[in-house]
């Protein structure tokens, strides 16, 4: 009987050694904040977004306190100590309490524990931030976009059976393709603003030319853009959507 509680003992302590060397990783995620300290997370606006942060295998990290974009460094023991050395821009919004908040949070921190996919920012014992960890946004480009809705109505494949596509490359390179294959290039900053501006099109002729003039047209007029659930990227004009676009591996 003792030896049989010996080798119990024994496999406890082992089992428990290996939990707690296990590293935890902390990339790969977008860490969105739930809760501070205080309990208060701003609304999002169209200026004032919920705070995230994307950890880099560099030790550099990049993300959004609310109103301004951050980036820095951490140092992570992948374990429980961490360190947060962060820059943000210096945009100014109307609620600007939960990025300093957040900041602050940032500052402070010099542990944390992460349970059931959720990060907690610690100093001491004392709880800081809460994060939860959601898998990363389908980037804008080198991504096979399909369009599905354009000025408010379905559209289906063309006559062709080819269904109308667009995609934005690293080297701000659009090309789409309609009736025509339109090329050109486009700009987009921090806050999702996108400016399309088409350079060059085939000369086709085929049936929904006429769609084709009002997809080229509301490329255009594009402002903004947005990628919602993972799958369907939203151009808008700022007010109106224009077209809608679902992933394709095609």
Not at 103 to 131: C, E, F, H, P, Y
Not at 161 to 173: A, R
Request: contains cysteine; proline residues 2%; aromatic residues 8%.
């Amino acid at each position: 009987m003792l030896n049989y509680f010996l080798i119990l003992i024994f496999f406890t302590v082992m089992i428990n050694s290996d939990l707690s060397a296990q590293e935890i990783s902390l990339t790969g995620k977008k860490w969105i904040l739930t809760e501070l300290q205080n309990g208060k997370v701003s609304e999002t606006t169209d200026k004032i977004k919920t705070p995230f942060i994307i950890f880099s295998e560099d030790g550099n990290f990049s993300g959004n306190a609310s109103c301004n974009n951050i980036s820095g460094a951490y140092t992570f023991d992948g374990k429980y100590k961490m360190k947060f050395s962060a820059a943000s821009t210096r945009m100014m919004c109307e609620n600007m309490e939960t990025e300093t908040a957040f900041l602050k949070a940032l500052q402070k921190t010099n542990n944390v524990i992460l349970k059931d996919n959720i990060l907690m920012l610690q100093s001491g014992k004392m709880l800081l931030a809460k994060l939860e960890g959601k898998s990363p946004e389908t980037p804008l480009t080198n991504t096979n976009w399909e369009l599905y809705e354009l000025a408010g109505k379905p559209v289906v494949t063309g006559s062709n059976g080819v269904p109308y596509t667009i995609n934005f490359s690293d080297d701000n390179k659009v090309s789409a393709k309609f009736c025509n294959s339109l090329i050109g290039t486009f700009k987009r900053n921090s806050d999702n603003a996108l400016k399309i501006n088409i350079e060059i099109s085939t000369m086709m002729a085929c049936p929904e030319l006429d769609m084709e003039m009002i997809f080229k047209d509301a490329l255009g007029l594009v402002g903004q853009y947005s990628i919602e659930n993972n799958t369907d990227l939203i151009l808008n004009n700022g007010k109106v959507v224009l077209a809608r676009f679902r992933v394709s591996d095609k």
